[in-house]
């Protein structure tokens, strides 16, 4: 790197800060291994120590708040994998690293591959939501990829024979720790996908330390895991024990008996829930038949009481009654009729009609001699004077006029002319005589000056 004049004068704290701002920007945050000496602990509660190698060594602190969450005591000569902050102690100029977190060597190795993996495939995309595929219920067959001699099967088989006896279960064994581990339990995974022979598998093992899980923590076996189809529950170890298998994997069980009970039926649970289906089944059926028998005997007295033979009976009552009360009735009126008619002959024996018939006779023919003259006389009345008015009619009529040679004329939109402003030249008119209509053409519009009468 090619080295920049600075012409500017710094003093001894300017120096000091614009070295530890610069170690602050370029370095960052490392990952270191050395072996620890010079530990101390004040009252304060920091850590202070030195790490070194065989060539060279540096100061470094751990602070209380972060010391804290260290799982061992450390001791002078222990191998340490820390991440830490590089920085520089201003008043002193020394430089010296800020420890976040602490682990011993061997499984900080362990612990830096774990993360440098997590954080490879999580920017890859592999942990997202949208890969994970539903666990099908309830599974109608389950593939267990573990060893075939671990307490892990063992456990998955005792909740499974407890829950769900009758659901099938096929064992792929493979090897769960060691060299090989990774690449069979990788193969298991790809042969359970190729036979498709059950609808969810459960990969896992039981508890152990960071190496007895590494397997899990492999690419190879993420890998494997995010390619199936079929879906995976990841079960490794107990619950405080986290593997990329569980962050990849469609669903983290704590342990291989909880990822046994989620793919699984609760065989008493369903015998629970099926007995409690039959009582209120046969609640329903014993309300419905209640019902239905209210009904029924409702429909059956409602029938009793209106049965046809009762109706007919009641009806052949009620005509027998008005038939006495029609009866009963006739005979009324006729003796009433009886009784009047014997009244009236008897008035008719006492006064003789005939002269008074006789008398209404001649009256009813004088009356209509009368009314004959009268219609008569009024008849000639009227006629005269309809005489008298056809008359008059006829001296005022314009036909009249027009038999003494004098003519009407009218324009084509049929108004009277009266004046000659009324055509123009050219104009066609209709001109009305005694006996018809002539149509003629105006060819000439002469006025007549009319002479004003003198004033007095």
């Not at 209210?294 to 009762?310: A, E, V």
């Not at 009609?353 to 001649?362: E, F, G, N, S, V």
Request: glycine letters at 6%; one cysteine or more.
């Amino acid at each position: 790197m090619p080295t920049q004049q600075n012409s500017g004068i710094y003093s001894v704290s300017k120096l000091n800060q614009a070295v530890r701002e610069l170690l602050d920007h370029e370095m960052g945050r490392i990952w270191l291994t050395a072996e620890i000496s010079n530990f101390s602990q004040p009252s304060s509660g920091h850590w202070y120590l030195t790490l070194k190698d065989d060539k060279a060594q540096v100061r470094a602190a751990m602070f209380r708040g972060q010391n804290a969450r260290v799982t061992f005591r450390p001791q002078n000569g222990q191998q340490v994998l820390v991440r830490a902050t590089v920085t520089l102690y201003e008043p002193r100029g020394d430089y010296q690293i800020i420890i976040d977190s602490m682990q011993p060597a061997g499984e900080g190795l362990l612990q830096q591959r774990f993360e440098l993996l997590k954080q490879t495939l999580g920017a890859e995309g592999l942990f997202d939501s949208i890969h994970k595929q539903a666990l099908p219920s309830p599974a109608k067959c389950i593939g267990v990829i573990t060893s075939a001699t671990g307490a892990a099967l063992h456990d998955i088989l005792h909740i499974l024979r407890r829950r769900d006896p009758s659901l099938p279960v096929i064992i792929y064994p493979t090897a769960v720790q060691g060299e090989q581990a990774p690449k069979q339990i990788a193969r298991a995974i790809e042969l359970a996908n190729l036979r498709n022979e059950c609808d969810v598998l459960i990969v896992g093992r039981g508890g152990g330390s960071l190496e007895d899980l590494w397997a899990f923590n492999e690419e190879i076996v993420a890998r494997a895991i995010f390619a199936s189809h079929i879906p995976v529950v990841s079960a490794v170890g107990h619950e405080t024990d986290v593997t990329i298998s569980d962050f990849i994997a469609d669903v983290r069980a704590p342990t291989p008996s909880a990822a046994a009970e989620l793919v699984s039926r609760n065989q008493l649970e369903l015998i629970r829930q099926l007995q409690s289906s039959k009582q209120r089944l046969e609640m329903a059926m014993d309300y419905y038949l209640a019902g239905q028998q209210q009904r029924f005997s409702r429909l059956h007295s409602r029938l009793q009481q209106q049965h046809p033979q009762l109706r007919l009976a009641r009806q052949q009552h009620q005509l027998s009654l008005l038939e006495q009360r029609l009866h009963n009735a006739i005979m009324k009126r006729m003796q009433i009729a009886q009784t009047y008619y014997e009244q009236l002959q008897r008035r008719l024996a006492q006064q003789d009609l005939r002269p008074q018939l006789q008398k209404q006779q001649r009256l009813l023919q004088q009356t209509q001699y009368q009314l004959q003259n009268m219609m008569s006389g009024l008849l000639n009345h009227y006629r005269q004077r309809f005489a008298v008015a056809c008359s008059k009619m006829e001296t005022v009529s314009p036909l009249a006029t027009l038999a003494r040679g004098f003519s009407i004329s009218e324009t084509s939109e049929g108004s009277v002319l009266k004046k000659t402003s009324q055509v123009k030249l050219g104009q066609k008119l209709k001109t009305r005589l005694n006996d018809g209509w002539i149509e003629s053409e105006v060819t000439e519009i002469t006025k007549i000056k009319t002479k004003r009468a003198p004033r007095l």
